[in-house]
């Protein structure tokens, strides 16, 4: 009764290096955090103060930005693949 | 010499050493070149400036890598031109075209990517990468070429044939990515994260950017030391929209130009304009969007600079004008027949938001004002073959002159 949830880069120094993590489904809030359980610190990269999203934090869920779901309270059905992933952009023009 | 002090969160301010990184860890924040403006300003002149290459690279004091060493094909120091003929069609008496299209790989994009290529190198990577909407692909692939390293590009499969063609050429890997461009972004953004390779808009991102900051400083050079009154700028992720301003402003607190007082203004296609919309609707962040676009090159539904460029609008008074699909290639069309300059999807987008400007009187008649090309017409072919009316004829005299006779329209 688990999720997989892909560590981008920049957080891996507080998942101890860990690239992949698996943590109990719920909401996507629930999700986030139990992954601060595990790895403290870890939700204030992810969040801002008020629990939001931050703006440069892009999450997906089996590929589908959150976003176009409902984002912190998308629930995530097990067995589902998560990524973390920096809000670059490019490819202007 | 080089200027550069550090890389810094845009969004946190959080400091950090320069190497390939482009996320800040505290906030997932974009990071951006920090330079010594002190000793710019004591070190560099109009004169020393002038006295440089005729590229990019004259401006090399404003840039994270020295010309030394410079992965360099000829781009930049491109035409600004008057546009009498589209300035009266408009009301325009001060209209000028910066017209990109004509750097080596026939886009803007060699600006970044000759940044970028050169910092590659001198990182030690022997790849060269990227994502991108076409244009962006072609750059990385012949700069690559020139450099020697391997090229490795990522583009959504359907993406038009002569960008295909135009990328291909040079002999990189082309990985035709079944979705769009906000989707191949996201694979690509995973794939820097675990190879080691110099991705020129994910991990190289700070300093690519910066080679944008040129087109900025051209146009203060080429209007004689000045900033112009409006400028008129395409725009997917909004990074190329901010870094012209960045530009205008690093020459003025140099001193180098007076205070610009100039009006950013940012053009997107109705079917992608995210960062409009969250301009209309005042909003501080730009809500994503599914992009579905004739203007391919735009066509990016979550812009990662959609906030600073939100600040930019706000900062100097501009504003963002969203195009009607319909009317880009008529914009295409318009620059053509009254300036010669064949742009693609882009430049419609910004020669029909310019029209749109002028009838709102958002434009002064007499206000120097700039519209960005930034790309060949010749890459976007398709939107406008239907164009193509031929007047057929035998190969002799007699027929060819029958024919004008009957054609009273010729």
Not at chain 1, 11 to 26: A, F, T
Not at chain 2, 92 to 113: A, C, E, W
Not at chain 2, 193 to 217: C, H, Q
Not at chain 2, 260 to 267: H, I, N, V
Request: hydrophobic content about 40%; charged content about 20%; some cysteine.
């Amino acid at each position: 009764m688990s999720v997989l949830i892909r560590i981008p880069t920049p957080l891996r120094r507080l998942s101890n290096g860990q690239e992949k993590v698996e943590v109990s489904s719920g909401s996507l809030e629930s999700v986030i955090d139990s992954l601060e359980q595990s790895f403290p610190g870890i939700k204030g990269r992810l969040c801002d103060d008020q629990g939001a999203l931050r703006t440069f934090v892009n999450i997906y869920i089996d590929g589908e930005d959150v976003r176009f779901l409902e984002g912190i309270n998308t629930q995530v059905k097990d067995g589902s693949e998560i990524s973390i992933v920096p809000a670059v952009a490019g490819g202007m023009n | 010499m080089t200027y550069v002090k550090s890389l810094v969160c845009r969004s946190c301010f959080e400091e950090y050493p320069i190497e390939p990184l482009n996320v800040c860890e505290m906030c997932f924040g974009p990071l951006e070149i920090t330079y010594d403006y002190e000793s710019i300003r004591k070190n560099i002149s109009r004169e020393s400036i002038e006295a440089g290459p005729f590229s990019v690279w004259r401006y090399d004091a404003f840039l994270p890598v020295s010309r030394e060493n410079a992965v360099d094909i000829g781009t930049g120091f491109t035409p600004l031109t008057k546009a009498e003929n589209l300035g009266s069609r408009l009301g325009l008496n001060n209209l000028y075209i910066k017209n990109d299209s004509v750097n080596p790989t026939f886009s803007f994009k060699d600006r970044p990517v000759t940044v970028t290529a050169t910092k590659a190198l001198e990182f030690g990577f022997d790849v060269l990468a990227c994502v991108s909407t076409g244009n962006l692909m072609g750059s990385v692939a012949a700069h690559g070429a020139k450099a020697g390293m391997k090229t490795i590009v990522f583009f959504p499969e359907n993406l038009e044939q002569s960008k295909q063609v135009s990328a291909s050429i040079y002999g990189p890997v082309m990985v035709a990515v079944d979705g769009n461009y906000d989707q191949v972004n996201r694979l690509g953004s995973e794939l820097a994260d675990n190879r080691n390779w110099a991705f020129v808009n994910i991990n190289m991102r700070p300093f690519y950017a910066e080679g944008s900051k040129t087109l900025g400083y051209e146009i203060a050079e080429q209007l004689g030391w000045k900033s112009p009154d409006n400028c008129i700028v395409p725009a997917a992720s909004g990074e190329l929209y901010t870094k012209i301003w960045k530009g205008l402003k690093e020459f003025s607190d140099v001193g180098l130009i007076n205070q610009p007082s100039t009006k950013m203004f940012l053009a997107q296609p109705q079917g992608c304009s995210p960062i409009v919309s969250a301009y209309i609707a005042d909003q501080k962040i730009v809500p994503p969007v599914i992009p579905d676009t004739l203007a391919k090159s735009l066509a990016i539904g979550n812009p990662a600079s959609g906030p600073f460029a939100l600040e930019t609008i706000s900062e100097t008074n501009g504003a963002a004008v969203a195009t009607p699909e319909e009317e880009i290639v008529a914009g295409i069309e318009l620059l053509a027949e009254t300036e010669g300059i064949f742009t693609e999807t882009a430049g419609g987008v910004v020669v029909s938001s310019l029209k749109k400007l002028a009838e709102n009187g958002d434009i002064g008649p007499d206000e120097v004002t700039i519209i960005f090309i930034t790309g060949n017409g010749l890459k976007t072919q398709e939107v406008v073959t239907g164009g193509v009316k031929l007047v057929k004829t035998g190969p002799t005299f007699s027929e060819f002159e029958d024919l004008i006779g009957s054609e009273a329209n010729f």
